[in-house]
């Protein structure tokens, strides 16, 4: 594609005077710069890609895209916000593919990963060829794809997309997240449903304030009007249970679907019991209603379900073919993922790392706790610093006893970390453990018959980011260790 072809899909640029080379790809990275590359320079948080340009000269770029002029010998496009103009650029380079696709986005503080895997779930029930989108992997088809964010930066991103059309793929859907839409890495978007989990506390290091989180997640349904921003999605799909789903009725063009367990709504659930190996509930729709059965288990899981259907229905999947899937659908990966080598008490990894998803899942652990509940829980380093001593008050709460560890302290001392966490907890009874290994290894040992052990934060994660060490670690492969050791000793 030609530069000038390619600058015609944005509006907020310094022309410039010069050649008009052609495009063969875009980098973001200097490293990755070939020949015929257009790079973009992008402010990072950690570095600055200006610095990068004559590198990426050097390696073959024939343009570059910047936040400012600079000394080099090809031409420079100078835009406003070039990790923006990276979106638009990219959707077009490759085509505009999300036009060619069934997209579902999906956003809120928990359960997105849950919600996208059940909607991948049912739509391959439904014969629909399937591409999905983060925190846990990229997936097309039965391919999968490591991947870095919950949401990939755009050149990624519509690479994917892309990738998802060449392949054949009929239904794509995503986890949307706030720092996503509030530096533009979806813009260019083309959603066919938007839907909304729930709103709580997180990522407040990043927002701010709960306004500006509400309102950043409040982007993948509103309607901007502008060319740098992702068209506005068909349907919102929102849950009536949460305050936040009222601001995003009233921000939205796109046709409203609620779903709720409380309030009136389009699609709810009715007389929700625990069963054994799961829940059963009413499943009631427009498009039929059924006494639906799940191994999934926790109120939360229940609204992560009707997300699903919904966004599902109005996909025109057909009702039986939903109810269908959902009686097969098992958990996701580190959410409330049992470890099971035969013990007589139980071991669950869930990735719980806010305050109310931790609340959520010991609420749901109570429920069906028969003797002692154990948890062991951290909280990551260099994020949200206000999270800590209301994690460490919930746990407190809810568990007969508490033990506080690392996360993934990344570059802070894991020291400072639980001393804000016990800052949430004073004068009451809890362990503090700062290896995660021995948190875990002191869990399991303390078990008796009939108790209930809690791993929470890292769920599907395989690593522990300590310092600059990325060391491999897994809750499930820890506690597993544990539990045979434990038994080899009995
Ligand atoms: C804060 C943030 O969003 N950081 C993201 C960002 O990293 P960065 O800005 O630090 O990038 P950088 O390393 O400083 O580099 C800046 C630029 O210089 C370029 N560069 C760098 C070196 C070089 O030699 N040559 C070169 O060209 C880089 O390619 C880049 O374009 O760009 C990276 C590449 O795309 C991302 O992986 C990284 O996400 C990190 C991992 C991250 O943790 N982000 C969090 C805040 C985040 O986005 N989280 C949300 C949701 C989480 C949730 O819901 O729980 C998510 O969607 O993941
Ligand atoms: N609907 C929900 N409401 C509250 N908590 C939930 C909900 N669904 C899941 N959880 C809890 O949150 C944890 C994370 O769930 P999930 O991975 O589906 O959310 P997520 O939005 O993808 O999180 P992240 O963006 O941090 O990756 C689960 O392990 C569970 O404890």
């Known amino acids: 594609m030609k530069l000038q072809t390619l600058l015609s899909y944005l509006h907020d640029f310094t022309a410039y005077v010069g050649e008009n080379p052609t495009i063969t790809s875009i980098e973001m990275d200097s490293r990755q710069v070939k020949k015929g590359a257009l790079f973009i320079c992008i402010k990072g948080f950690t570095v600055d890609g200006h610095d990068f340009a004559k590198q990426a000269v050097e390696n073959g770029a024939v343009a570059i895209i910047a936040e400012r ?38 956003t809120g503080t928990n359960g997105k990963t849950t919600t996208t895997h059940i909607i991948e779930h049912i739509a391959r029930k439904a014969n629909k060829k399937t591409g999905l989108i983060g925190t846990v992997q990229i997936k097309i088809g039965d391919d999968a794809y490591p991947t870095q964010n919950t949401t990939p930066e755009s050149l990624l991103l519509q ?53 500006e989180y509400r309102n950043a997640k409040g982007l993948l349904f509103a309607q901007l009007g ?52 799961g829940m059963a509930f009413d ?61 007589n008490f139980t071991v669950i990894v869930d990735y719980a790392h806010t305050p109310d998803s931790l609340e959520n899942v010991l609420k749901t652990v109570r429920q069906f706790a028969r003797k002692k509940v154990y948890v062991v829980v951290g909280c990551g380093g260099d994020r949200d610093r206000t999270k800590r001593p209301l994690m460490a008050k ?39 453990i700062v290896d995660r290994k021995e948190a875990i290894d002191y869990a399991v040992e303390q078990a008796q018959e009939g108790d209930i052990v809690l791993i929470a934060g890292k769920g599907h994660e395989t690593y522990q980011i300590i310092g600059d060490r990325v060391i491999e670690f897994d809750d499930r492969l820890v506690a597993r260790e544990a539990i045979k050791e434990r038994k080899k000793t009995c």
Do not use: W
């Not at 031409?75 to 638009?88: G, H, K, N, T």
């Not at 059309?165 to 066919?192: F, I, P, W």
């Open 69 to 106: 002029p600079l000394d080099v010998d090809v031409p420079v496009i100078v835009v406003r916000d070039s990790r923006r103009a990276m979106a638009v650029l990219a959707d077009a380079f490759y085509g505009q593919p999300t036009h060619r696709l069934h997209l579902i986005g999906v």
């Open 159 to 211: 690479r994917t997309f892309k990738q998802m059309v060449d392949e054949g793929v009929d239904v794509a859907v995503m986890e949307v997240s706030s720092h996503a839409l509030h530096m533009g890495r979806v813009h260019g978007c083309d959603y066919d449903v938007a839907v909304f989990t729930n709103l709580t506390q997180d990522h407040l290091d990043y927002h701010g304030t709960m306004e």
């Open 226 to 277: 502008n060319r740098y921003d992702h068209k506005r999605p068909k349907f919102a799909v929102l849950n009536n249970d949460d305050p936040a789903s009222q601001y995003y009725k009233h921000m939205t063009a796109a046709t409203v679907i609620t779903y709720g367990i409380k309030t009136d709504s389009d699609i709810m659930a009715k007389r929700i019991d625990i069963v054994p190996n």
């Open 283 to 343: 499943l009631i729709t427009p498009h039929g209603t059924a006494r639906v059965k799940t191994k999934l288990i926790g109120l939360f899981n229940v609204y992560n379900l009707l997300a699903a259907v919904s966004a599902c229905l109005v996909s025109r999947i057909p009702f039986p073919v939903i109810v269908e899937a959902i009686e097969e659908i098992s958990g996701v990966a580190g959410r409330f993922e049992t470890v099971d080598e035969g013990q």
């Open 394 to 432: 919930v746990a407190v709460k809810y568990a007969d006893m508490a033990i506080f560890t690392s996360d993934n302290p990344r570059s802070e001392e894991p020291e400072r970390i639980l001393r804000d966490m016990e800052a949430g907890v004073p004068g009451e009874r809890y362990v503090t």
